[in-house]
């Protein structure tokens, strides 16, 4: 069955960084857009960056950009997320998941927590 995977969370103070890592199981990763998704407390999850199959159609969120690179590694079946400059507002559960993202694929997802 479809597995993802979720980890490199954890605590940081403002200005740090983090890589979050995605391991994907159970389906043709190589050949699915993916996407870095996170859920604030209160909020509803929303979409962080996707990347395509062919790694050449890349989008960030508005608040995201510039600070947070996403890439893929097929041959591993891996997703990444190199997050710099975080800021509190970062604070979220993030997740991966396919894109368009489907509701049974949805794994634990990994705590990032920034504060000082």
């Known amino acids: 069955q479809v597995q993802l995977v979720e980890s490199g969370g954890g605590l940081v103070q403002p200005g740090g960084s983090l890589r979050l890592s995605c391991a994907a199981s159970?389906?043709?990763?190589?050949?699915?857009?993916m996407g870095w998704f996170r859920q604030a407390p209160g909020k509803e999850r929303e979409g962080v960056s996707c990347i395509d199959w062919t790694k050449r159609d890349i989008v960030y969120a508005d608040s995201v950009k510039g600070r947070f690179t996403i890439s893929r590694d097929s041959a591993q079946n891996m997703l990444s997320l190199q997050m710099n400059t975080l800021k509190p507002e970062d604070t979220a559960i993030y997740y991966c998941n396919t894109v368009p993202a489907r509701n049974e694929y949805w794994g634990q997802g990994t705590q990032v927590t920034v504060s000082s």
């Open positions: 159970g389906f043709t990763f190589e050949y699915y857009a």
